[in-house]
């Protein structure tokens, strides 16, 4: 599957949180001679050149707003889009019926992106958890102004939210982090790391998936300024 990106770049300010963030050899001191995407800098203080935004909409995946997506705050360097859209192509075929959605990442030209500390140069990526309802059947985070497009949404330690029934599929969730690793690695960058919720991190170790994450995956025990329990 191939990634196709459009391009635009504007500015507006929100409030939402955030980060992961893909790394890989990536960002240059020189300016590059082609035209992929070159990011500069470091995620909390960076800058990125020929960003590409993620795709609005796929069979198994989607944006936390179109709106937010349409002022520009979905901006990646193109190889990290690339390993993105990727590995949701392949996760139609390894769990199909499953919808995801994906959060904030920057601007087409990097720089600061409030209330990110990081998001700077291309390099990171929020991703919504999945979720499951009362029945157990995959449906999209919900998101909306009303809970700050998903990053106002409060899980319990078991990975539960009240309203709707919903829950964590953790099991999405780490083959989702897998697949999204070998996706970088077949693209020759890596992930520097992931930001989840320690509280949550038990129930992802307890996956089909979780061994692997656990001996491939920089996953902090500490926890950031923001809680990553809706995103990581």
């Known amino acids: 599957m191939k990634a196709s990106f459009s391009r635009r770049a504007t500015i507006w300010p929100v409030i939402l949180l ?11 001191a020189e300016e590059p001679l082609s035209k992929e995407s070159v990011c500069y800098g470091t995620t909390s203080k960076g800058r990125l050149e020929n960003g590409v935004q993620l795709p609005t909409s796929g069979k198994n995946f989607q944006p936390y707003s179109r709106v937010l997506a349409g002022v520009g705050r979905t901006y990646v360097h193109s190889r990290v889009g690339a390993v993105v859209v990727n590995a949701y192509a392949a ?50 985070l919900p998101t909306s102004p009303f809970n700050k497009y998903g990053y106002g949404i409060d899980f319990d330690p078991k990975g539960r939210f009240k309203e709707g029934g919903l829950r964590i599929d953790f099991e999405a969730l780490a083959a989702h982090l897998k697949t999204l690793h070998l996706e970088a690695r077949k693209a020759g960058i890596d992930i520097w790391r992931v930001i989840f919720d320690p509280r949550l991190q038990p129930l992802l170790y307890r996956t089909k998936d979780g061994p692997y994450l656990k001996a491939n995956l920089l996953i902090p025990t500490k926890r950031s300024w923001v809680r990553h329990d809706d995103h990581y």
Not at 18 to 28: K, P, S
Not at 104 to 126: F, Y
């Open 18 to 28: 955030l980060v992961f963030a893909l790394w890989g050899t990536l960002c240059y």
């Open 91 to 140: 996760l139609e075929e390894s769990l199909p019926g499953k919808t995801f959605v994906y959060g904030e990442t920057g601007w087409a030209v990097g720089g600061r992106i409030k209330p990110h500390k990081t998001h700077q140069n291309g390099l990171s990526v929020d991703f919504m958890v999945p979720v499951v309802d009362a029945h157990g059947d995959a449906v999209p």
